[in-house]
């Protein structure tokens, strides 16, 4: 068969005031840009389990959301879900069947909603794909009838083995970020994560060395190109962690991840990092006070432990020259109108390089969009669309919507203007003599 495999790639966001700033503050454009542009690593990985015999290309929808014509060439067309960009999905998928085409649908968005992409897709894959996609290709050879394939139903997905994706077949495209995938999961539970958490429940780590294969194909491929590693929080173990930053050094790549705060509990990690081509950590503080942050983690309470010691973490990372991009939640239950100052104020006292604003978002499938459901405060239940982290699509609980939108902006733009970055990256310079690495180098 002819199987295509279709990547939604891009950035999404609704919200036209913010579209308007972010055409105007660097910041937000800067990042938007560099990201935007990453292939799907779950479709590559999936290409790597396909059965042989068969044909395979890579393809990206447009930015307008239409599908390239050479799709409809395919025998069988594999979609990676994510909420946001989920109605253009099943467009292209009713459009394809509607050719003749057959449509497989897995990711993030179907794995909660398979009744959902049933009315658009032949084959759902709830979870992980690796063992369920040989799957799907047989019952598409043989034409069987539309049906939902578990991950649960086959045997688990085992890290330590899992091949190089298909970087190659992306060889003909302009890419020169590229994700890794070094962990699987993550140990927290935050009420709002809509990440790999849930297509697994156990924390993996790859092995090392097979890593370090992932990467060199991709150099191969693209000497010199970005890594961003694929994972929800990277450093948990750290003995590990030391092991696998060991073996990127020599390697010469840059990269990027994101992990949790308990990577400045490290001093010897940090002092690997900062020499291993690490431009940024990305982390997860999502609120300056840790009132706000009581219960957010449902295991260990873990955020709201944490955030007494967020100021001193930044800068003991920082101090090893590791830039942090700190990330902040807005409009969490606790969150009322003085948020904004008090976001903007831990960014200027601690001297975070580099800060990432978002809304809390009620995600499908996700405890908090549960519990909203019930408190009856998710505005247009099923306007997936609005699962960008740049749209509201809840009822904030101290602040009106529109407290909440106006109090963003504001915060956005006093955040992203071209001097406020000025202004971080000299005080990362004056306070730590080193110059930054950053995640755009
Ligand atoms: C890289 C990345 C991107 C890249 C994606 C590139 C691409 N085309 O895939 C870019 C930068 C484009 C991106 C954009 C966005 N992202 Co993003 N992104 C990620 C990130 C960091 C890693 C995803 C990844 O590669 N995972 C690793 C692979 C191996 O896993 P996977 O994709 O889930 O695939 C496995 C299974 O799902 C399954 N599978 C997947 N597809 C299919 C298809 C078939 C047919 C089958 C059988 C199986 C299958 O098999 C795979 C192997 O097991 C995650 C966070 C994270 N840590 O996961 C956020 C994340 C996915 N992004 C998120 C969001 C919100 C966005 C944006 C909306 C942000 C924005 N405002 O624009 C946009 C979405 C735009 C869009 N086009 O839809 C959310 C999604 C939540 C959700 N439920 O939808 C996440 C989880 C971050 C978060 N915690 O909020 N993102």
Redesign the pocket.
Known sequence: MKIGLL???????HDPELLRLGLTLPGFVERSRQ??A??????L??ASATPEGHELRYFEAEGDGSEPREVYDCDLI????????IFEAYAIADRLRAAGVKV??????V?VLPEEAALHADYI?IG???H??PR?VEAAQRGESARVFRASEAPP?DVARLPVPRYDLLAQRPYNRF?V?TTRGCPWRCEF????VM?TQRYRKRPVVEIVRDIEAIRALRPGAFL?F???NTFVDKEWSRELVRALTPLGVRWFT?TDISVADDPELLELLARSGCRQLLIGLESPDGEALDGVELHANFKAKRAGGYAEAVERIQSYGITVNGCFVLGLDHHDAGVFERVQRFAEDTGLYEVQVTYLTA?PGTPLYARLMNEGRVLEPGRWDL????DINYRPAKMTVDGLRTGFHGLTQRLYTAEAMGRRRERFLARHRRRPATAGA
């Open positions: 990547a939604m790639s891009g950035i999404r966001a990201i935007a990453l292939p799907s690593l779950g479709l990985q999936l594999a979609i990676s879900t994510f909420s946001a960009q497989a649908m897995g990711g993030l968005h794995s894959a992980e794909g690796e369920v996609w799907i997905v994700t995938q994560c809509a990440s790999n297509l961003e694929a994972d929800d994101e995600f699962c960008t982290l740049f």
